[in-house]
């Protein structure tokens, strides 16, 4: 088996709203390998996107540890976490917040743009419009462009820094079911191109067989399904 991207060892966290905590994970224990689709999914309100915030560091668990590449997370300082985020994490949602005064390739140059990764900019942009099979759109405006397209586009953008790891909250929730597997066709792909892990969340069934690995989340613990 290959290595571990992603462990979470009994990961807990609650939310405090006035008088009421809410405990959202409870001791989570969860392996995502390297190369791997990992599927989790769970009800609305199960924790998912909660628990995809803590693996991407956008928030901190109440216990626990995550280790990254076999790196403890937990006790990182800010800085280390920004870099973190920078480099390591790509991230697609479910509506894909692409910029509509820029064009496709102008959509995706700008996560290179922000991160001061300047060289080659466009070419590189154009590169993985291709691999999402949108070589032909990349000047066209996001307007002019299908759900599953735009969905494409934001895949590229997740991907044009090479991000080992791409979190995905929901990346079908806004598509048919025609358009929306274009668009996991397209992630497959950058999944055996490029090697890079997805680990995503969702309510659908058919990402099912795309999947190395299905876990569920249910009332806060994960229920391995598959593997
Ligand atoms: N910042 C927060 N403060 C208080 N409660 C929160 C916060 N974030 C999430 N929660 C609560 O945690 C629970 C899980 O929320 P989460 O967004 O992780 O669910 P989800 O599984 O992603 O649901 P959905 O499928 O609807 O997106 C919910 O009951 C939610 O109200
Ligand atoms: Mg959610």
């Known amino acids: 088996m290959s290595e571990s991207i992603v462990k979470l ?28 689709i990992a ?8 924790g998912k996107t909660t628990l995809l ?25 800010e800085k280390e976490l920004t870099k973190f985020r920078a480099k390591f994490v790509g991230w697609v949602f479910q509506f894909y917040n692409l910029i509509p005064s820029l ?26 419009l291709k691999l999402v099979g949108l070589e032909d759109h990349a000047d066209k405006f996001p307007s002019q462009l ?3 397209q735009q969905q494409r586009v934001a895949l590229a953008r997740a991907l044009v820094k090479r991000p080992p790891l791409v979190l995905g909250d929901e990346i079908t929730g806004n598509l048919d079911s ?5 668009v996991v066709e ?9 090697n890079t892990t997805f680990l995503l ?8 067989k795309y999947a190395d690995h299905i876990f569920e989340l249910k009332d806060g613990r994960i229920v391995d399904k598959e593997g």
């Open 103 to 128: 064009t496709a390739m102008e959509n995706v140059a700008l996560a290179l743009e922000l991160s001061g990764d300047r060289k080659d900019m466009e070419q590189r942009s154009r590169e993985m």
């Open 9 to 36: 060892v009994n990961v807990n966290k609650s939310f405090k709203t006035g008088e009421q905590v809410q405990h959202v994970l409870k001791d989570i224990n969860l392996e995502i390998h390297k190369g791997e």
């Open 39 to 46: 599927l989790i999914y769970g009800p609305s309100g199960s």
């Open 53 to 77: 915030n803590q693996i991407g560091a956008l928030d901190k668990p109440d216990s626990g540890e995550i280790y990254i590449n076999g790196e403890p997370m937990m006790h990182k300082k």
């Open 178 to 182: 025609k358009t929306g597997k274009e």
């Open 186 to 194: 397209s992630l497959k792909k950058l999944n055996e191109e490029l």
């Open 201 to 208: 969340i969702s309510h659908d069934p058919s990402l099912e």
């Open 146 to 148: 299908s759900g599953g």
